[in-house]
């Protein structure tokens, strides 16, 4: 089975931290992506990658980073949090572009105060 | 940009009885996904079904796709309390989640 990990669960970080939150998937897929999620906003792309040391900008890229320095890990990094940055983060995994079904981690739920 | 709008928001139904919720989206697509979400989890994949197809079945899910409309209906038959879920479309060429149906099955 395709397992998608992510580093945390539950995160609390105060604003104007960098925030660091990691990717891992086990099934060599070319395709990453990170999403947040907000109740009544449903899923937003913020990066996606197709590549190592590939970058594209999704939907919300705005205080946000990326890091794809291996196939396997995608990392999302929050230059300077704020608080309209908490939310849940979702990464996501899969084959080829953008036509087959992604495989997606747990969540991270990251609270800035 | 928010493509796939998913009706109703919410839903809820006794166990066993059927589940019908609707996604309609904007623009051209090769293909539109379900998915599911448990409370606080990540999405796991349902079905996915291209756009030169009409209807799909995987076990009690049914999906169907009209490109004229721009639409797309998910059927869960004779559902159980496991069910329990928030349901999200997604439409490729774009990747772009709707916001989602929560659907409650009461035992």
């Known amino acids: 089975d395709v397992k998608v990990t992510q580093s945390s669960r539950y995160l609390v970080k105060r604003t104007g931290e960098k925030v660091f939150l990691e990717c891992v998937q086990d099934m060599d897929h070319e395709n990453m992506f990170w999403y947040r999620q907000d109740p009544g906003l449903g899923l937003r792309l913020i990066y996606f990658s197709y590549d190592v040391k590939m970058k594209e900008k999704g939907d919300i890229p705005e205080g946000y980073s990326v890091s794809r320095e291996k196939k396997e890990r995608f990392s999302l990094i929050l230059e300077s949090a704020s608080t309209n940055q908490t939310s849940m983060y979702l990464c996501?995994?899969?084959?080829?572009?953008?036509?087959?079904?992604?495989?997606f981690g747990p969540g991270t739920r990251l609270t800035v105060t | 940009s928010q493509q796939g709008e998913e009706d109703p928001q919410a839903l809820s139904i006794q166990e066993g009885e059927n589940a019908t919720m609707n996604c309609s989206y904007k623009?051209?697509?090769?293909?539109l996904q379900w998915y599911r979400q448990n409370s606080g989890r990540g999405l796991v994949h349902l079905i996915l079904i291209r756009s030169n197809e009409r209807e799909k079945h995987s076990g009690r899910l049914r999906v169907t796709l009209d490109t004229s409309k721009k639409s797309s209906s998910l059927l869960i038959t004779a559902s159980r309390a496991a069910d329990t879920a928030s349901y999200f479309c997604?439409?490729?060429?774009?990747?772009?989640f709707g916001t989602g149906t929560r659907l409650q099955v009461f035992p």
């Open positions: 996501a995994s899969s084959f080829f572009r953008s036509s087959y079904e992604q495989y």
């Open positions: 997604a439409t490729v060429l774009e990747l772009i």
């Open positions: 623009t051209s697509i090769n293909n």
